[in-house]
């Protein structure tokens, strides 16, 4: 193939720093967990009822898979970590087949290189080799790093490599989603919705115990790197599954590549109508169209996430009361609270509020999407001024991660108030939720900030949440230093109930918030508008 090469070069030195990044914490997920294995689990009859409980669960089946051998740390890992490493090694790999072929497209870069002497198909093919590469790695990286950490080997290659396959698939999908829309959001909501669609079924079949149904877990991708069954007899051949899959998406996004024209798609946009609704007559109007959809699925997916997590809550005191190692990282996890209920709540409130942070960083990202396509300057040039047009993005990330948050600090415990009878637990995480109100200010002040100021920079927000999630989940399993993982927008706030109420960093973070963003709103008023 004509240039592939070069095309291959280009692509790894414009999207080296966020596949580097993807897979340096993805790799660390499963070999952190291992080590902590024999520290979770304790030997004898104790840590034998505790992993059956723990495999008879449906709710933990739903969440992590069908367990095959908890056993042994691998095994136990690998259901506990593993299936998640997959999911998110899909994401890696979607997102970065989009940004390399539809987003390029969109930008005009892709003419520029479909002009040199390459051949057509060529742009594709790097940025699917690329993204299969570096899941490969990934896998590599995991399998290294398992019997590093005393795994046995055989399980670690099964490990690795359905996690890497997995990816691929992903990112034949999104090589496809590519062809088939116009857009690159589009292109990516449509990967990311099949592929949270496809973890959610596998979740219903796994919960369900009917055998009858859970053979249907045979079609589900999501589950082919568990039906491998690393470290538990491992089965080869189910490897061929995904293997195939990514074969027949591949050679599917090809095909649909030879039936477009540069800057076209399968199925381009529609003429809207020759007249606009009367509330898309201005800025705020047409931020509310532009995020309603992302206003819908962000409010039903942290609450169902919250309901569905939080019944795991019930069965907390029954499984872990009797095993101090873990009861102990669940104290950790949930801000040191004696009581495990309220642990395991405080540890799950503080993961969906890095979750809703996202959502707001991501709303303050769309006004930049909106720049560098040409639209924000449109808008500009009627009566709409630029701090108007800011608010209207800006109003709808504090209102909605301002919602979310007490609705997740309620909806949490909401199953345990219920087998209760008591609304003391949703009152306390309604209270921990408030607390931690200024740190999603900091957060999307910061976003504000960076887009007022220096926009390219707006990876910096997005990096200031992934390290609040790797502090939140991973540095508590490392036995990091508490001063390390407290350095998050987070970390000073008060984490009730267990924490005294302390209105000093409560105080000094909503000022540091509301100061970034009144930064940020000056800073966009007097920087150029960066159009294509």
């Not at 294995?37 to 933990?60: F, S």
């Not at 949930?334 to 309220?342: A, C, D, K, P, R």
């Not at 301002?402 to 909806?411: H, M, R």
């Amino acid at each position: 193939m004509t240039g592939l090469t070069t095309v291959g070069r280009l692509y790894l030195r414009r999207h080296r720093i966020f596949y580097l990044v993807w897979i340096l914490v993805l790799a660390s997920f499963l070999p952190l967990a291992a080590l902590k294995y024999h520290d979770l689990v304790p030997a004898g009859q104790a840590g034998a009822a505790m992993l059956a409980g723990l495999a008879a669960n449906p709710t933990m089946k739903a969440i992590l898979g069908l367990p095959f051998d908890l056993s042994t740390a691998g095994g136990f890992t690998f259901w506990r970590v593993g299936g998640f490493t997959a999911a998110a090694t899909g994401i890696m790999a979607g997102l970065g087949v989009v940004r390399a072929t539809r987003a390029e497209e969109e930008d005009g870069r892709l003419e520029l290189i479909r002009s040199a002497a390459v051949d057509r198909h060529t742009p594709l093919a790097a940025a699917l080799g690329l993204s299969m590469a570096a899941c490969l790695v990934l896998g590599g990286v995991i399998a290294a790093s398992m019997i590093g950490a005393g795994t046995p080997a055989a399980g670690s290659v099964a490990g690795g490599l359905g996690i890497a396959l997995t990816g691929t698939m992903i990112a034949a999908l999104a090589g496809v989603a590519a062809q088939v829309f116009e857009s690159a959001r589009t292109a990516r909501a449509v990967t990311m919705g099949i592929l949270g669609g496809l973890y959610l079924v596998r979740g219903l079949i796994d919960a369900s115990g009917e055998p009858g149904l859970v053979r249907w877990g045979w079609a589900m991708p999501m589950d082919w790197a568990a039906y491998a069954r690393p470290y538990a007899g491992e089965r080869w051949w189910v490897l061929t599954l995904p293997l195939a899959l990514t074969a027949i998406l591949t050679w599917l996004a090809f095909a649909l590549e030879s039936r477009r024209d540069l800057g076209s798609a399968i199925i381009g946009k529609r003429p809207g109508p020759a007249t606009a609704a009367p509330g898309l007559s201005g800025a705020w109007g047409l931020a509310l169209r532009l995020h309603r959809s992302g206003l819908i699925g962000w409010g039903l997916g942290i609450s169902l996430s919250c309901l569905f997590m939080g019944s795991l809550s019930l069965t907390v005191d029954r499984i872990y009361q009797n095993q101090p190692s873990v009861a102990k990282l669940l104290q950790e996890l949930g801000s040191g609270s004696s009581e495990l209920v309220i642990a395991f709540q405080t540890a799950m409130l503080g993961i969906m509020t890095t979750v809703i942070s996202l959502a707001g960083v991501s709303m303050i990202a769309r006004l930049r999407g909106e720049e560098t396509e040409g639209r924000a300057e449109a808008m500009l040039a009627t009566a709409t001024s630029r701090p108007r047009l800011l608010a209207s993005h800006l109003l709808p990330a504090l209102a909605l991660t301002g919602l979310l948050l007490p609705i997740a600090g309620v909806l949490l415990p909401l199953w345990q108030a219920v087998d209760d009878g008591s609304a003391r637990l949703p009152w306390q995480l309604l209270g921990a939720a408030a607390a931690f109100l200024p740190g999603m200010l900091l957060v999307i002040g910061l976003a504000t900030a960076l887009l007022g100021l220096w926009p390219r920079g707006l990876w910096i927000a997005w990096a200031l949440v992934g390290w609040t999630a790797l502090t939140t989940w991973l540095l508590p399993l490392a036995d990091a230093p508490g001063w390390l993982i407290r350095l998050q927008p987070w970390g000073h706030l008060p984490h009730l109930p267990t924490d005294p109420m302390n209105w000093t960093p409560v105080l000094a973070e909503t000022a540091i918030g509301a100061g970034l963003l009144a930064v940020g709103l000056i800073g966009y008023r007097r920087r150029d508008v960066a159009g294509r």
